[in-house]
């Protein structure tokens, strides 16, 4: 099919960094992992790099990302109270240093992106951003509190910055060796070191210069086994909110507030 051509004639120059944590034994865990280990062999068929960052996954688990092709590394750091921000950074610089032109950070659970990785990728290589944040929209596929959380959270980045981007999205491709890679890697979780590490480096780059980030429309659709073991849980609901309120505080203090990460 013409759109794999496409992707594996870009995927020589992608890393992915992702990073995994799942509890197999319970149903959610179950099925983020399959569908982890879904994408991951997906990229890595394409001929893309994969590096994973796991905090605490089984054994078997990681050994099954290895044999879809991923290089797979354990948490470096000293378990805190907020591992997040310090996993993904850890990805994204293993990703760096493994030397392509673009790093593509993203969430493992989303299958379809690897069918959109040309679409994502070409904005880099051609010099026309240094980030690309994919465009989802509509979010008709994602669970119904997931859909009003992510649409807030969007309506409200544009309101404060004026660009129209679907910022909530987790995923960010990165040019390698860039200003606005430096952004990413030199983060040190001033804001609660969650999810405005994805956050706070794409408003410090618009700070400096919009034009290099853009978003590309992608056809996304969210995995239906996904949504449904996630839909009308609290426990996710609860999980959505603590985002938005991390990127209200984020945007304030980095875009409202005119201030630089330290």
């Known amino acids: ?27 959610v865990g179950k099925v983020r992992a399959n569908l982890a280990l879904q994408t991951v062999r997906s990229f ?5 790099e994969v590096y994973v960052v796991d905090g605490d996954s089984s054994e078997k ?10 290089h797979v590394y354990q948490e470096n750091f000293s378990k805190g109270k907020h591992p997040m921000g310090k996993s993904r ?24 992106l690897p069918s959109q990785l040309y679409k994502l990728v070409e ?14 929209r509509p979010l008709s596929t994602y669970p119904i509190s997931q859909q009003h959380a992510e649409n807030l959270g969007n309506a ?12 909530y999205v987790g995923t960010r491709i990165i040019k390698n060796k ?16 969650l999810w405005d590490g994805l956050y706070a480096p794409v408003i410090q780059t618009i700070l400096k210069d919009k034009t290099k980030v853009i978003g590309v429309k992608i056809d996304y659709i969210h995995p239906k086994v996904q949504t449904n073991i996630e839909e009308g849980d609290p426990e996710f609901t609860k999980k959505r909110l603590a ?20």
């Open 1 to 27: 099919m013409e759109y794999i051509s496409r992707n594996q004639k870009v995927a020589h120059n992608v890393a992915v960094a992702t990073t995994t944590k799942y509890d197999i034994n319970s149903p």
């Open 44 to 48: 890595c068929n394409l001929g893309a």
């Open 61 to 70: 688990f990681c050994n099954d990302l290895e044999s879809a092709g991923a």
């Open 89 to 112: 950074r850890q990805a994204l610089e293993l990703a760096c240093n493994g030397g392509r032109k673009v790093v593509l950070w993203t969430e493992p659970e989303k299958t379809c």
């Open 123 to 136: 904005p880099i290589l051609d010099n026309s951003a240094e980030i690309v944040i994919p465009d989802r």
């Open 156 to 167: 409200y980045w544009k309101e404060v910055t004026g660009t129209d981007l679907d910022i």
């Open 178 to 193: 860039s200003s606005a890679m430096l952004n990413f890697l030199d983060y040190e979780g001033k804001y609660g070191d």
């Open 243 to 262: 985002q938005l309120n991390n990127l209200f505080f984020t945007f304030k203090k980095l875009w409202e507030d005119g201030t630089k990460i330290d």
